[in-house]
């Protein structure tokens, strides 16, 4: 699975910013999607994920401000962030769990100034 994220900027707080991830495998087939997010000197953590049944989880700390969503038919995963804060600053990853397997696209970088 390759996968290539998109989407990342500069923006001010409060701002929104919408993260795309474009696939090389049919979504539906795969058992989840994510984003993820890695900040200087942080390991990489979750943000939302999306079931293949379409059920989403969400990081507590964007509850409410990020949605993650999908188009199957053009095998695409998205990241609506809205109300963006300093602290969601990092580089943000797409990821896709295959059976055992995590497959990562390259990560795109968010900044938010305050």
């Known amino acids: 699975v390759q996968l290539q994220a998109s989407g990342g900027g500069l923006v001010q707080a409060g701002g929104s910013l919408r993260l795309s991830c474009a696939s090389s495998?049919?979504?539906?087939?795969?058992?989840?999607m994510g984003w993820y997010r890695q900040a200087p000197g942080n390991k990489r953590d979750v943000v939302a994920t999306?079931?293949?049944?379409?059920?989403?989880n969400y990081a507590d700390s964007v509850k409410g401000r990020f949605t993650i969503s999908r188009d199957i038919a053009k095998n695409m995963v998205f990241l609506q962030m809205n109300n963006l804060k300093p602290e969601d600053t990092a580089v943000y990853y797409c990821?896709?769990?295959?059976?055992?397997?995590?497959?990562w696209g390259q990560g795109t970088q968010v900044t938010v100034s305050s």
């Open positions: 990821g896709a769990n295959l059976g055992s397997t995590r497959y």
């Open positions: 495998r049919n979504i539906f087939s795969i058992n989840f």
């Open positions: 999306l079931t293949s049944a379409s059920i989403s």
